[in-house]
């Protein structure tokens, strides 16, 4: 068979690799461009399906939600694509609630209300000092970040102004970006404050030792400016969906199911194989996190130059874990509590958005809200069950089929060997998205007894359906990427994006500012984008 030759191949079928394809197509129509998705899907870490049994809600097995007021290129691109896109296919978002006072928090066997934290703090059941007594677990950490770098919690600074203090900073004599994250809270903090912060902020990953330099501005992006999430109506796959509907519409090429390997040099391009069949590319992008990345490299010479390989090895990728299930009935709703309303009187608040945590494997539990972003209050109802990172997501291994396992090609999973049975698995439907991401039956068993203990009741109703992902398997090996210890983000983030002289680029979160958020995947594009001299957004 003849090879086949393109003048830019794009491999990932992520964001950063649709949007550089959207970008380029735009800017030079003539050229002969594909992207390259080994999978059965567009989106990468995008990953929205719709259970079968609810018509009016998505779950998100992926990213969930952007922060508008610190996320300027992902709000840019969804107006853009509003541009383009007919009424009916509009970007909608709504917001996305987190944490209610009267949600639960179960933490070394006392339950809580996410209210008492700083209402009734003598019920908390952790030895903090007088100084963390009474605050948020985010306040903890703030205030902490406070001590480190003296001054970059003033609102009044931009994103870039924090990162600037914190990558030049330096704490007991020692350049932060030389220091671990955990090193310096506890070096400010008490362990059982540090504890205290991880157990109810719901995430392993975010304060374990990754670059001090780098995890606090992203620590105080995200949590420590009181933010505001928006959630998407149709989910946030519609993004990367967006985006490749309009290539393809523009004249470009989507490849699902094929799979990049054995990238080497030819003349002053590129020459590789998809499934097995010979191409050629003058330019070649991969949109790709670091695991991906190394899979890659094992058969491709062009990506085994020790410059590359050190570039590619700045970062560490983090397990991050999502099931969520299906029910007749919002049951949680029952589980609320008295709370005092606006004329001080006793009023009754239901428990139906936002999350609930607890120190359980399941860590996070979000009531999930239907496509308009209200709580379901009746009918069929979903949880996001449990969404955990780090040391937890190895609790769920027991229960799930073994990672690295052969699957089909275009598959993002192996078949299970004892899926659980959901109420409506004899009925045709159309959701085949929810079932390739099937839940093992031991799993879904396991969560229902955690569920049923978080929520201090003697049972919960049976599951109807559910569906789970776990991102550390491959080709992804995480779900977000942090910088490494000693790494200068600040200069690898440009370097990675062109490792050599050849015309070989690099783009996708794992290489950001915003590691694990699409405002991540878009710097980097942006970046690559300029270098082939294409404006990051239409002018």
């Known amino acids: 068979m003849a090879e086949e030759t393109f003048d830019i191949a794009i491999v990932g079928g992520g964001v950063s690799g649709v949007y550089c394809a959207w970008r380029l197509k735009q800017t030079y129509p003539g050229k002969k461009i594909a992207v390259f998705e080994a999978s059965n899907h567009i989106g ?19 990213g969930m939600r952007i922060l508008p007021a610190v996320q300027p290129l992902v709000t840019q691109l969804i107006h853009e694509l509003n541009k383009e896109l007919p009424d009916d296919e509009q970007i909608t978002l709504y917001d996305f609630p987190v944490d209610e006072p009267q949600n639960i928090a179960f933490l070394r066997g006392v339950y809580l209300r996410l209210a008492d934290f700083t209402q009734n703090p003598d019920l908390v059941p952790y030895q903090l000092n007088f100084i963390d007594h009474g605050q948020s677990a985010g306040a903890v950490i703030v205030n902490a970040i406070e001590q480190i770098v003296p001054g970059i919690t003033n609102p009044a600074l931009t994103e870039e102004q924090r ?8 704490f007991g004599g020692v350049p932060l970006y030389k220091q671990g ?3 310096v809270l506890l070096r400010v903090i008490t362990g059982e404050a540090y ?5 109810v902020g719901g995430y392993d990953s975010t304060l374990c030792n990754w670059n001090a330099a780098d995890a606090i501005p992203w620590y105080l992006s995200d949590f420590g400016v009181d933010p505001k999430y928006k959630g998407f109506c149709k989910g946030f796959q519609q993004v990367p969906l967006s985006l490749a509907q309009l290539f393809e519409q523009a004249g470009g090429e989507v490849r699902l199911a094929s799979h990049v390997s054995d990238i080497a040099l030819k003349g002053d391009g590129f020459s590789f194989l998809v499934n097995g069949s010979a191409a050629a590319a003058k330019t070649l992008i991969l949109a790709m996190p670091r695991r991906s990345l190394e899979l ?11 410059k590359t390989q050190a570039l590619i090895s700045t970062v560490t ?10 029910y007749d009935s919002p049951w949680w709703r029952n589980t609320g509590c008295t709370v005092s309303g606006t004329d001080g009187k006793p009023v009754y608040a239901a428990v139906e958005a936002g999350r609930s945590v607890t120190d359980l494997p399941v860590r996070q539990t979000y009531y999930w809200p239907k496509d308009n972003g209200k709580p379901a209050t009746s009918g069929h109802a979903m949880l996001l069950a449990s969404y955990d990172d780090g040391d937890n997501t190895g609790f769920w291994d027991g229960l799930r089929a073994k990672r690295r396992q052969p699957r089909a090609r275009g598959l993002d999973v192996a078949p299970l060997a004892d899926p659980f049975i959901g109420v409506d698995d004899d009925v045709m439907r159309n959701e085949l998205e929810w079932h ?16 049923t203990v978080m929520h201090s009741l003697s049972y919960t109703p049976k599951v109807r359906n559910a569906a789970y992902r776990d991102w550390g398997d491959d080709p992804f090996g995480g779900g977000w990427n942090s910088w490494n210890i000693g790494v200068k983000s600040w200069e690898v983030k440009h370097a990675v994006v062109q ?9 996708g979160e794992a290489y950001s500012d915003a590691q694990g958020w699409v405002e991540g995947a878009l710097q980097t594009a942006g970046y690559l984008l300029g270098k082939l001299g294409v404006s990051a957004f239409p002018r």
């Open 44 to 62: 990468g870490r995008l990953l929205s399906v719709r259970p079968p049994d609810i018509f009016d809600m998505v779950a998100e097995l992926g």
């Open 163 to 170: 990162r600037e203090m914190a990558q030049s900073a330096e």
């Open 181 to 183: 994250f955990w090193n």
């Open 195 to 199: 504890q205290y912060a991880e157990d």
């Open 296 to 306: 890659l490299t094992a058969t491709s010479p062009a990506l085994q130059d020790a």
């Open 317 to 326: 990728p983090r397990p991050l874990f999502k099931l969520f299930t299906t």
């Open 436 to 451: 390739q991401y099937k839940a093992p039956r031991m799993m879904t068993e396991e969560v229902t007894r955690q569920l």
């Open 499 to 507: 490792p050599t002289d050849l015309p070989l680029y690099i783009c």
